[in-house]
């Protein structure tokens, strides 16, 4: 059904319309700060910069709530990865190769063992994505991070820049009848954790909660390099009203069609929430990455993926009108 539920995001403490507001003013008054080496803001999912002949992209975000899961569980050593990730994978979007980033550890007191935990993912993720850590910043602010069941409060953000070596992707080339791709993601990735949290117990699901973002780098790249990509979208906040991002500058919609079924986690999830509509507007649902393709070139994508240990499969198309709809079980459901 769709409708009024008691658990959602919005009640959750998250309003993704509200944010999305937000976003607008704050896009339009970062405009004022344009200089000799910034390009346009498209609302893209990452920023671009000149640097002499170069294109460059920037790109800054964190592991959000899912850190109060790690410190549920007292388990540190793989939220690293998520940080990482959730930049990297924005990055590629845009056909940005990630290049070097800093690190942003903000504690609540001094704790060598946890930073040093974190720092396993930071690497592994690093690692993972051919990205060099070049530096950081650690800092103790007792007054401002608070820790839960008596453990250090910490957060972890990361920002990474890259640059673009061919064309640059902002879904200015989409077209009716492209077909949608979608990328298997490994779990919940690190979005929708305010509403999660109040939906799996953490005892039950902790260490599923905490599986790392799929990061899809060296896939997405190979993609990128072998088929004429018309669009990305990295599947994070906002799921799948985040399609929107990429259809803007060709003025196109999005049908979802033929979503996977979704995994076990999101599945018990929807018991509670009992709404279509707020779960694909939260959650990936399964699919953490679209990749948007002329139809003939869709099986080299799903190729790639398979060769990269990813499932991945149509889950949709392009079509003229504005907007993303879900088709489920002979229901239309408007996300945006």
């Known amino acids: 059904m769709s409708g009024e539920t008691d658990f959602s995001y919005a009640k959750a403490g998250v309003n993704v319309a509200t944010i999305r507001q937000m976003q607008k003013k704050i896009n339009k008054s970062i405009a004022s700060t344009k200089n000799e080496f910034s390009m346009p803001v498209y609302g893209h999912y990452a920023g671009m910069f000149k640097a002499g002949k170069n294109t460059l992209a920037v790109h800054c975000d964190g592991v959000g709530s899912k850190v109060l899961v790690a410190q549920e569980l007292g388990k540190y050593d793989t939220v690293g990865i998520d940080a990482i990730a959730m930049n990297v994978n924005d990055m590629v979007c ?61 957060d972890l953000a990361v920002t990474c820049v890259g640059f673009v070596k061919g064309r640059l992707i902002t879904g200015k ?29 953490a005892d039950e699901w902790g260490e599923k909660m905490l599986t790392p973002t799929r990061i899809y780098v060296k896939q997405v790249l190979e993609m990128i390099g072998k088929t004429n990509v018309h669009g990305i979208a990295h599947i994070t906040g906002g799921a799948f ?96």
């Open 241 to 336: 009203s985040k399609l929107t991002r990429i259809g803007r500058q060709a003025r196109v919609g999005f049908v979802l069609d033929s979503m996977p079924r979704a995994p076990e986690i999101f599945q018990e999830m929807g018991r509670k929430v009992n709404d279509e509509r707020e779960m694909y507007r939260t959650f990936n649902m399964g699919v953490g990455m679209v990749i948007a393709v002329d139809k003939n070139e869709a099986e080299t994508i799903i190729g790639i993926a398979r060769k990269n240990g990813t499932r991945a499969s149509v889950i949709g198309e392009v079509v003229p009108k504005q907007g993303v709809i879900l088709e489920k079980q002979g229901k239309k459901i408007r996300l945006t």
């Open 94 to 154: 845009i056909g940005a190769q990630p290049a070097v980033c800093v690190d942003y550890i903000a504690l609540e007191r001094q704790d060598d063992v946890l930073v040093s935990e974190l720092m396993k993912g930071l690497i592994k993720g690093a690692k993972y994505s051919n990205c060099a850590i070049v530096g950081g910043e650690t800092a103790i602010m007792p007054d401002v991070i608070k820790g839960i069941q008596d453990k250090t409060g910490f």
């Open 173 to 201: 080339d989409l077209r009716k009848g492209d077909v949608l791709v979608g990328l298997e993601a490994s779990g919940i990735h690190s979005n929708g954790y305010t509403l999660a949290r109040r939906l799996l117990p």
